[in-house]
């Protein structure tokens, strides 16, 4: 049994080679493919082509010779009291022969189809009787076999007269043919040959030659190009010039370009991150290293207490500070459209960000409010950085709003259907000329005395930006104090493009 299983088992493949798509191709090559490869093909086709059209050629001059000599030998056919009589002498017999290459076949036939003169085994065209009526006179060409010898045939029928002179609508035909190889024809034609192939035999390696030069010189911007790109410094990120190269390298150039911008951009955004951390970072560095400095200078329990909590602000500060640069470095480099993007309900998403700075409001003594809207309200986003977004606006609230205050997050969708995430506080409000400043990064209003590094507020407009939308502030409307008129921090976000909520007019707020 085993051996019968072992015989019906199907012999052992190896796998197909898959091909390489990482291999790295050749656009010279390329373009030289393309073009040989067709002119290497047609080249073939064009010499069986000359071959047919020189047999044509050298066809015509041997038909009209084989033409006359028929006409010739039919006009030496006569009819005698009903007989035909053909008057070749030997001299015409020798000179119709007379050919130093060819064989040439001749022969007359009568109505009957008896020999009259000739050859008697030339072949008969068998042609049709009426249509022999109808061409008597003319003569026609046919290719035929002699001897086992391919021959070409001129073959004429002419009309016999009556034995009793009676007219008649079809009199009797008689048949002459002459025939001859094809020895002089396949000449000719292998000289028209040879004098069309022969040239081209010598033309073909200049064309190559001059394809190979016309690829060489045409790619030559490509070359020239990277050589320019390689000549540039490592820190060299301005333009390409995109009037040095041709035509089609310009869109090239054009993406390379922006690529150049975009990494410039890129590169600014680092370098000013690096020197902005390395300032702010300074400062608390040096309280923390003071502060333990002093301490171990303490010799009484008390001061030493009150050094370490000072040194545990300064490090609490310096922690927040780090923890911020590092989330406006991932909002400057966030991709506007990056697969993070997902459609997500941003009331729950308040919610849930809200409640994790409860306690943090219980510490400031502030009350932490959220107000739910009507329905579900969802965006396009990251979850992520809209939490990011969310908590440094409340943070910032929490901050600048005095003991006792009131901090509100609110989400609602306004009658253009624009969802709107709010966060309003009872604290000393923003002078409008200063509500276009407060996004800039380290901008602290003067005259305020609450902790802060001055990023909570570039940080949402960083994030705001990558969403689409849009950051507004005002007073808070609900505040009625002059002394402390609130602050409204408003974002508007497009909503996502539901066609089958279209006839769905969406909840309002308020």
Known sequence: MSDQAADE??????????PDESMQRSLFGEILDWMLAPLLLLWPMSIAITYLVAKSIANQPFDHALEDSVTVLAQQVRSVDGKL???LSGAARDILRADDVDNIYFQVQGPSGDAIDGDRDLPHPGSDPEEDQARAGSVRFRNDIMHGTPV???????????SDGAPSPHPPLALVQVAETLEKRAQLANEIIKGVILPQFIILPIVLALVWFALSRGLSPLAQLQERIRARGSDDLSPIAANLVPEEISPLVGSLNEMLERLGHTIEMQKRFIADAAHQMRTPLAGMRMQSELALRQTDSGEIHRSLEQLAKSSESATRLVNQLLALARAENQPQAGSSMVQLELSALARSTVHDWVQASFAHQIDLGYEEPPAPVHINGDPTMLRELLSNLIDNALRYTPAGGSVTVRV????????????????????PAERTRVFERFYRILGNTAEGSGLGLAIVREIAQQHGAEVDVFN????QLARLPGSLFRLTFPLPVDPLDDADEPPHFG
């Open 152 to 162: 070409r045939v001129a073959y004429i029928h002419i009309r016999v007269e009556p």
């Open 476 to 479: 808070n409307p609900r505040v």
């Open 9 to 18: 088992a199907p012999e052992y493949q190896p796998p197909a080679v898959e």
């Open 412 to 431: 609602r969708v306004d009658f253009e259907d624009h969802a709107l995430l709010e966060v309003e506080d009872t604290g000393p409000g923003i002078p």
């Open 85 to 87: 009589i053909h008057g």
